[in-house]
Nanobody, 125 residues
Framework: QVQLVESGGGLVQAGGSLRLSCVAS????????MGWFRQAPGKEREFVAG????????DYADSVKGRFTISRDNGDNTAYLQMTSLKPEDTAVYYC??????????????????WGQGTQVTVSS
């Protein structure tokens, strides 16, 4: 089992920045890739960014390319999502997720085995 705990959400003005963190614990050796997803009120959960846990192979949703950066701190088993130039439409609950499946970085929710509890990001205009 893998446990994921997100933090770093909050309220920010449009154009501002936030950095989300996701601490992984438990059987982290089983993680192949990590992803960040978000869910806005009344909308489906959507892929934001993903990466191979061992490094490299990053992927982003078109809506966040050039503004968000996914990364990992190897020493702390922590994944990050650096968000810049935030827009009101980025408002959502953000979740990190871990997948044991080997392959390309996936945007599909069903490919991910473990999920955090989510952290709220609110961007005011």
């Amino acid at each position: 089992q893998v446990q994921l705990v997100e933090s770093g959400g909050g309220l920010v003005q449009a154009g501002g920045s936030l950095r989300l963190s996701c601490v992984a614990s438990g059987r982290t050796i089983s993680i192949y890739q990590m992803g960040w997803f978000r869910q806005a009120p009344g909308k489906e959960r959507e892929f934001v960014a993903g990466m191979r846990w061992s490094g490299g192979t990053l992927d982003y949703a078109d809506s966040v390319k050039g503004r968000f950066t996914i990364s990992r701190d190897n020493g702390d088993n922590t994944a990050y999502l650096q968000m810049t130039s935030l827009k009101p439409e980025d408002t959502a609950v953000y979740y990190c997720a871990a997948s044991r499946t080997v392959g390309l970085v996936s945007f599909k929710l069903l490919r991910y085995d473990y999920w955090g509890q989510g952290t709220q990001v609110t961007v005011s205009s």
